[in-house]
């Protein structure tokens, strides 16, 4: 927490650089025009977000006296501009300059003063007026910094981390935790000038639930908080490489177990009603046939009297009998 506090100053502190500067451009400005002669160049540091108006000032000098008016304008990595305006002929000229963002913020001859309608990051770098005047010459430098918010997120991580990143900011934003833990803070610059911040923490206390992010910048802070994700996870995902075979071969073995039984099942089924089911058909089968061979079939009946005839005494047979015996060939 105290790193927050000691970002949160620093913040401050260059707030007020940037508000003195400012500050201190009008003081010299009233003091060069009480002045009977020229000072020296006036470096002076303009802090601006991105997207808003930039007013960019020059030295406070009667403008009756003024003769030339001058604005040279150096960016990164483009070729210097330079806009003038002649009081005598009232005449503006530029040299090198497209960016129709940047202008006058009134007539020349009412105040020479440039702004920039909306700030962007190719705005960056040197800003410079010169008025030249019948008492001397007076210029003034403003060293223009595009502030870009960065993006902030919060998400957690594995083993009870989380990741705080503030991305793409101008300056680096400052980022810091509440409760502290072990930390690790990594910045990646991108080619615009933008910096990206990601810092990630990991808490080992169990009594740790919840955390706060806190980022600083100069556009101003920001804070988020997230649960941890459950303090038994690390343990868990260690018995994971030994929960998952067992569980496998326990639902194989299972299954196997299954598929045993149902062929123990049908072995039996097959075993011991089958032969009684071809027994009953057997019988069922031959019981029609065996009663039509007894009651229905002529050859059977006579077989039968002829036994009993041969069984017989021959002064018994009667003539019908002897008829019967041979009309069959007997």
């Known amino acids: 927490m105290s790193c927050f506090w000691r970002t949160s100053d620093l913040a401050v502190l260059l707030i007020w650089g940037v508000f003195v500067a400012e500050s201190s451009c009008i003081n010299g400005n009233q003091t060069a025009q009480n002045s009977p002669s020229p000072l020296p160049e006036v470096n002076t540091i303009v802090s601006v977000q991105m997207g808003t108006k930039a007013l960019l000032c020059c030295p406070d000098v009667s403008l009756t006296k003024a003769v030339l008016i001058t604005w040279e304008i150096i960016l990164r990595n483009q070729p210097s501009c330079r806009i003038s305006y002649r009081v005598e002929t009232k005449e503006t000229n530029e040299t090198n300059c497209t960016d129709r963002r940047i202008t006058w913020d009134s007539t020349p001859d009412q105040s020479p003063d440039l702004q920039i309608s909306a700030v962007a990051l190719d705005h960056d770098g ?22 870009v918010p960065p993006e902030v997120t919060l998400s957690p991580g594995k083993s009870r981390t989380a990741v705080c990143e503030a991305t793409a900011g101008k300056p680096a934003a400052q980022i810091s935790w509440t409760p502290d833990g072990d930390c690790k803070t990594m910045n990646e610059s991108h080619s615009n000038g933008t910096v990206t911040v990601r810092s990630t923490c990991q808490w080992d206390q169990s009594n740790v639930s919840a955390v706060f992010c806190f980022v600083s910048h100069l556009t101003g802070n920001q804070t988020l908080s997230i649960e941890l994700i459950g303090g038994s996870d690390k343990a868990l995902r260690s ?21 045993w039984l149902l062929k123990i099942s049908g072995f039996r089924k097959c075993k011991w009603t089958r032969p009684g089911a071809s027994t009953v058909v057997e019988e069922d089968d031959m019981q ?43």
């Open 126 to 147: 040197h800003y410079s007026c010169q008025i030249a005047t019948s008492d001397g010459h007076f210029q003034e430098r403003r060293d223009l910094q595009v502030l």
């Open 239 to 259: 018995y994971i490489p030994y929960v998952i075979p067992c569980t496998i071969i326990i639902i194989v073995l299972i299954i196997t177990g299954c598929i």
């Open 288 to 330: 029609p046939y065996a009663s039509y061979t007894e009651k229905s079939n002529p050859l059977y009946d006579t077989v039968t009297k002829v036994e009993e005839a041969c069984s017989m005494p021959q002064g018994e047979v009667n003539g019908t009998d002897w008829l019967a015996l041979s009309a069959t060939g007997i």
